[in-house]
């Protein structure tokens, strides 16, 4: 799988420094762990109780489950883009969609958005195009700070997204790689590193440009359509009224070229990653095997 550039699928990366902020918290929480609490469990018997799994399980269904802070973030995105007249209107989408926002562009085209955390999580395969959208973009949220951008990314993009798109003939027109953690402490966005007049502010966020994937505009199939055209930018109205209203820089979107042949009696795809006319990442052509969802 080849590899080219320090900034393959996505700009930023997990820092040195964030991974080792967490692995020394870690060690400290694990050592200080028996003496929290009002258990009053000698150390021996509070490790073999099974208290503290229990309690680390239990914080992670609930950071799992918790959508309020993805949910803020994106409504406060969508109100500024509003009030800027980038947009029309917004909604949430009713309760029985299987999409979660829906955003009336100027001139009344729309775009139907799926939310998701980190894309190397089976809930990435789960996503269904509303008969109404004009375009349908999928909009990643991830909150660990510990994950790894790149290996997020590009699980998303070619081992699921793509497999998904070829196997149910459905068009994803963009990707949005954007969340909270952005140029945090946790994961400094190099985008403005050397430019801070690029963030943007919003309420107590200092937002750095967001990350957009363009995919094809049609579904790849080996006969008819084995190399479709990915989308230019202005096709795809909702990434474009994000390019404009966060400074984006053209160098920076990201074309999603998906390429389909038959291997044996499968379908086999490769997926290039190309940024300001290079490849910057590729793989070589892989069976269809979806991921379960």
């Not at 309420?203 to 579904?219: A, D, M, S």
Request: hydrophobic letters at 40%; aromatic letters at 6%; one cysteine or more.
């Amino acid at each position: 799988m080849p590899n080219r550039g320090g900034d393959s699928v996505i700009p930023c990366v997990l820092a040195g420094a964030t991974k080792a902020l967490i692995d020394d918290y870690v060690k400290a929480l694990r050592a200080a762990a028996p003496a929290l609490g009002a258990h009053g469990l000698e150390p021996d018997v509070f490790w073999d109780s099974g208290i503290f799994r229990g309690a680390i399980e239990r914080i992670r269904g609930t950071q799992a489950a918790g959508m309020e802070t993805k949910r803020r973030f994106v409504t406060d995105i969508l109100d500024w883009l509003k009030a800027g007249a980038f947009i029309e209107s917004w909604s949430v989408a009713g309760s029985n969609d299987r999409h979660d926002y829906e955003v009336v562009m100027p001139g009344g085209r729309i775009c139907a958005i799926e939310a998701k955390g980190c894309l190397d999580g089976n809930n990435t395969n789960i996503f269904e195009r509303p008969a109404n959208a004009d375009e349908f973009v999928i909009w990643s949220l991830c909150q660990n700070a510990g994950a790894d951008p790149a290996k997020n990314a590009w699980s998303g993009i070619h081992t699921r997204l793509s497999a998904e798109i070829i196997h149910r003939r459905t068009i994803v027109d963009g990707l949005v790689i954007w969340d909270p953690v952005c140029n945090t402490l946790g994961r400094p966005c190099p985008k403005v590193r050397d430019n801070p007049e690029r963030l943007t502010a919003i309420g107590k966020r200092q937002l750095p440009p967001p990350c957009l994937y363009l995919f094809p505009r049609t579904v790849p199939d080996v006969r008819n359509n084995p190399s479709p055209s990915v989308h230019t930018l202005g096709e795809v109205q909702f990434l474009s009224a994000l390019h404009l209203a966060f400074r984006g820089a053209v160098g920076e979107i990201t074309e999603v070229k998906l390429e389909v042949a038959l291997a044996g009696n499968t379908v086999a795809r490769a997926t290039r990653l190309i940024r300001a006319g290079q490849v910057v990442r590729e793989s070589k052509m892989t069976k269809v095997k979806r991921a379960k969802s």
